[in-house]
């Protein structure tokens, strides 16, 4: 049983910054492949960014430069640092774990970039 819950959402303004956090429990490891991804309303669900075992990141292109992703095995949390952030990062945030076949999904926390 793997259960994910994300935190830090909210509102900021662009150029801003945000911490988002996802905690995860369960049957979690240093190895499991963490994502970020995010959503808004009427397109596809995006992936955002992924940390692998060894720390191994990946990033869209849209975020490289700006977002950090990063996890802390001993509290099973996975960070995603949010720097100048635009309008378009606007969406519903959601923590992932894949293990094949098998996906766990976090219930999201929205992200609102607005002056």
């Known amino acids: 049983q793997v259960q994910l819950v994300e935190s830090g959402g909210g509102l900021v303004q662009p150029g801003g910054s945000l911490r988002l956090a996802c905690t995860g429990s369960?049957?979690?490891?240093?190895?499991?492949?963490m994502d970020w991804w995010r959503e808004v309303p009427g397109r596809q669900r995006e992936l955002v960014a992924e940390?692998?075992?060894?720390?191994?990141?990946w990033y869209v292109d849209s975020v490289k430069g700006r977002f950090t992703v990063s996890r802390d095995n001993a509290e099973i949390k996975v960070y995603l640092q949010m720097n100048n952030v635009k309008l378009e990062d606007t969406a519903v945030y959601y923590c992932?774990?894949?293990?094949?076949?098998?996906?766990?999904w976090g219930q999201g926390t929205q992200v609102t970039v607005s002056s």
């Open positions: 940390i692998a075992s060894g720390d191994i990141t």
């Open positions: 992932a774990m894949t293990r094949n076949p098998k996906t766990w």
């Open positions: 369960g049957n979690i490891d240093r190895n499991d492949v």
